[in-house]
């Protein structure tokens, strides 16, 4: 019985090692840019979709945790601006996936607050605007001092 | 000690024994011939208190090698899974001045900020998973 257990998890591991971390990349550089064509002809929905598609798509275990945070989080911060003005509450949804991903002082977590702020502001719900734009605007204030270049 | 078999009698007994403690550690052809060593009172009560001694211990034990090797396998793996996992990203490139003014206009609730901050992003965006590509060819 354990001797079986070990080998279903020993060729699960290796199967999920074997994902590949190439074309999940370039996966998110597509679905971007299928993103960036689609907002060109003025075609939200597909951007949308293009960009859904690919928050939903497994992450293969080769990559990294933080790159997979910073791409998804990039990810679902346009995913919360595109949808503020279409549904503001799945916009609050997309904006809080991204934040579960864990938060950090950078620019992907940073956005991730501008869009969860521009949600909740189109609810009307001013205050938890204003403390999401505040979050937002701590860790802007980190990287700005980190550049040298005062707000 | 014991060396006579079991009568069929002895045999349907320890069958139904069997059956009846399907864990049991010892056979049924043991169990026979104990039953017959019991009958025939070639069984000491020192013999008796060490038969029940060796039941109550249970069967015999895997040696214990087997089971150190069984929880390091995989907790050897898992601690490979960890550190694979948790080693560093590719360092994401720094975000210029320029996008970081927007995202300030942005988080102050500027529209115009909104639409820099997305600009931005899109060159921000091309260098990273540029970076990226570069760091799982």
């Known amino acids: ?151 | 000690m014991i060396d006579e078999d079991p009568t069929a009698e002895e045999r349907r007994e320890a069958e139904a024994l069997a059956r009846a403690t399907p864990d049991a550690p010892v056979d049924a052809q043991e169990v026979a011939a104990l039953l017959g060593a019991v009958k025939a009172g070639e069984l000491t009560a020192a013999d008796r208190a060490a038969v029940w001694r060796r039941v109550q211990a249970g069967p015999a034990r895997r040696p214990r090698w087997a089971w150190r090797v069984a929880l390091a396998v995989p907790l050897a793996a898992a601690l490979a899974m960890a550190v694979w996992l948790g080693r560093p990203g590719a360092s994401a490139p720094t975000p210029s001045p320029a996008l970081l003014t927007a995202q300030t206009d942005a988080a102050r609730g500027h529209a115009e900020g909104r639409v820099a901050l997305e600009r931005q992003m899109r060159v921000f965006r091309k260098g990273f998973l540029a970076s990226l590509e570069t760091r799982y060819r």
């Open chain 1, 1 to 151: 019985m354990i001797r079986r257990l070990l080998t279903v998890a020993a060729l699960a591991a290796l199967c999920c090692a074997c994902g590949r971390a190439p074309s999940w990349v370039e996966a998110a550089r597509t679905a971007n840019e299928r993103a960036d064509a689609a907002l060109l002809r003025g075609d939200a929905v597909s951007a949308l979709s293009a960009l859904d598609a690919f928050a939903d798509a497994a992450v293969p275990n080769t990559v990294a945790r933080p790159d997979r945070r910073r791409v998804l989080q990039d990810v679902f911060y346009r995913l919360s601006e595109l949808e503020t003005l279409v549904d503001a509450r799945r916009a609050v949804a997309y904006a809080d996936r991204g934040l579960t991903l864990g938060e950090h002082e950078d620019v992907f977590t940073a956005n991730l607050w501008v869009a969860k702020g521009d949600a909740l502001e189109q609810l009307g719900d001013d205050s938890g605007a204003a403390r999401a734009f505040a979050r937002a605007l701590r860790i802007n204030e980190i990287l700005l001092d980190a550049t040298g270049v005062s707000p």
